[in-house]
């Protein structure tokens, strides 16, 4: 059974199955800051605010065809995105079917005349939730 194709009653049916519920771990939550060299627009921070609870796959689908017409914030995003998701995906062994994004804040730098030489001027914290099975046991051969 593939878990994309099931229903939301079939879901909770799926995951209380003995078997699924003990190949899965807890979910892995991390969370990454990225500082912004630029402002983003208005359209980048709606789209970023609305990816709260989005599987990895559409947030991506979300920058290939929302951002034609501002290309370099689409590579910027682009990048920033597959950058994190690598990153878990090496570090837990996961899918990237099984990275979605908890939540997307987006924070402007405070003005602060101590701070005043600093280079970015927002910055965006990403919390991602990846779901790792663990690989089934290896049978030793008889030898």
Known sequence: MILSFLREDEISEFESNEIYSSQLVEPIFQTFNIKCKKRLSPHAKSI????????????NEDLLYLFKSNLIEQDFLLKTLHSMAIFLQNATC?????????????????????????????????????????????IEAPW
Request: glycine residues 2%; hydrophobic residues 35%; charged residues 20%.
């Open 48 to 59: 970023l605010l609305a990816w709260n609870g989005k599987p990895f796959y559409c947030a």
């Open 94 to 138: 996961t899918s990237f079917f099984d990275i979605s994004i908890s939540s997307v804040t987006i924070t402007p730098k405070e003005t602060d005349q101590n701070c005043s030489n600093s280079d970015f001027v927002e910055s965006i914290t990403f919390k991602l939730k990846c779901h790792v099975t663990l690989p089934p046991e290896k």
